[in-house]
């Protein structure tokens, strides 16, 4: 696999280089960018996937948005399967496609999207080299006029939804799993746990492979103290640039 070579710059460099860019992203993440200009709908599920029959990334995602299992995807426009090369090494693991993510129908578009991007270029990974996927397919989310807000997926739509997440980890084969917050950390290991408990270590897989845990982007999105915003980012980053050295 091959990176990028990090420039030899002081830390400082790229807090005043992502500034501004992370302020676009927060005030993405809060503003009326999304407006409905249909009316709430329910979905009517169509055929059943055929299930045993996804033997290809192409035809796992259109099973992905066939899915049926849990009631999520009743009000999301369509199932947010992963993306990126079959033969990745490295899989990014987030929690469930947002307000973008369910319009365009792909992974990681929004603004958590974005300032992962950023933080995958400052770590040297190239996110096409990459596969990345969340451990809820669908959007979940209160509708508040014409705003649809976020909800944190159960317990139990993680668990029915690992199902699909094994599929692709079957198909992708990834020596390195990255789990980006709690809900994508319950997917990959069947266990609630704390980010707190698993950051900074490298865990073996069941079933092969390793995992990194950190948080999600989002995370760094909402928080208001910028001092600690940038300390979380750089932790953020450096948690990326283990994950490109291991799998290097």
Known sequence: MSVHAIPERPARYFLLRSRARVERMRAAAVSLANPLTDTWRTRVPDEPAPDDDV?????????IDRCTRCPLYRNATQGVAGEGPKAARIML?????????????????GPAGQLLDAALDEAGLDRRRLFLTNAVKHFKFEPRGKRRLHQNPTIAEI???RWWLDKERALVEPELIVTLGASALRGVTGRSVSIKSMRGAVHRLEGGGRLIATVHPSFLLRMPDRTRAAAERAAFVADLIRARKLAA
Not at 55 to 60: F, G, R
Not at 98 to 106: M, S, Y
């Open 55 to 63: 033997t290809t990334l192409d035809a796992l995602a259109r099973a």
């Open 159 to 161: 668990d029915i939804c």
């Open 93 to 109: 693991v987030g929690e469930q496609p947002g307000d973008q993510e369910d319009r365009q129908g792909r992974p990681f578009v």
